[in-house]
């Protein structure tokens, strides 16, 4: 599976966008890019996934570039519950296996 | 929701100890996985399974085994605990035959080894 490159800490103001960007250069064409987030003392939590087109859900948005080298994970309007651990998956499904690395500590601040 | 339940929040063992880590989910999900999650580590793969009885290394299976008996419950065994095995350890499942996969984590199992 590709690997994948994050920002070890970001930080944000609430109420602004919080734009976590993921680096995977050696991304395949059948692999998805997976996006979850793990607040503290929880285990990490789904949050949206892609293959080549830009995607939305009810907690996020995920921008992928056209090269799919890289995407952006977007929370429109950010708050103190959304300081977490963000990481940045890319997967094959034949493999059935995630690997999580270090992810982005995101840090709203009020 | 999927809810998968982990028996301990909290656990402390003796090194030497034979330790069962227990995990449980209600989706009638297929794949079932054990992760282990240490400062600066990230999350690795222990082991997982797609079926019952059926099992799968992951990255870091030694000083592991599991149990999968039963579709819904996914048993962690630590034969002989060590203090190196002291980590938060998290266990998953997932009901998707691809190419989706999405992970539903338990709230993870703190243990100590002393």
């Known amino acids: 599976d590709a690997k994948t490159t994050q920002p070890p800490s970001m930080d944000c103001a609430e109420g602004r966008a919080a734009n976590l960007p993921c680096n995977h250069s050696?991304?395949?064409?059948?692999?998805?890019v997976y996006w979850y987030r793990q607040i503290h003392s929880q285990g990490p939590q789904y949050i949206i996934h892609?293959?080549?087109n830009n995607e939305t859900n009810e907690m996020a948005s995920l921008i992928i570039t056209e090269d799919r080298k890289s995407s952006t994970l977007i929370l429109p309007h950010a708050t103190l519950r959304d300081t977490a651990v963000y990481y940045c998956?890319?997967?094959?499904?034949?493999?059935?296996?995630?690997?999580f690395g270090s992810g982005t500590k995101l840090n709203v601040k009020p | 929701d999927v809810k998968v339940t982990q028996s301990s929040r909290y656990l402390v063992k003796r090194t030497g100890e034979k330790v069962f880590l227990e995990c449980v989910q209600d989706?009638?999900?297929?794949?079932m996985f054990w992760y282990r999650q240490d400062p600066g580590l990230g999350l690795r793969l222990i082991y997982f399974?797609?079926?019952?009885?059926?099992?799968e290394k992951g990255d870091i299976p030694e000083g592991y085994s599991v149990s999968r008996e039963k579709k819904e419950r996914f048993s962690l065994i630590l034969e002989s605990a060590s203090t190196n095995q002291t980590s938060m350890y998290l266990c998953?499942?997932?009901?998707?035959?691809?190419?989706?996969?999405?992970?539903?984590f338990g709230s993870g199992t703190q243990l100590s080894v002393l």
């Open positions: 998953a499942s997932s009901g998707d035959r691809g190419p989706v996969e999405k992970l539903f």
């Open positions: 050696t991304i395949s064409g059948n692999e998805y």
């Open positions: 892609g293959l080549k």
């Open positions: 998956i890319v997967s094959d499904y034949n493999f059935n296996k995630f690997y």
């Open positions: 989706m009638d999900h297929e794949n």
């Open positions: 399974s797609y079926d019952v009885k059926m099992k």
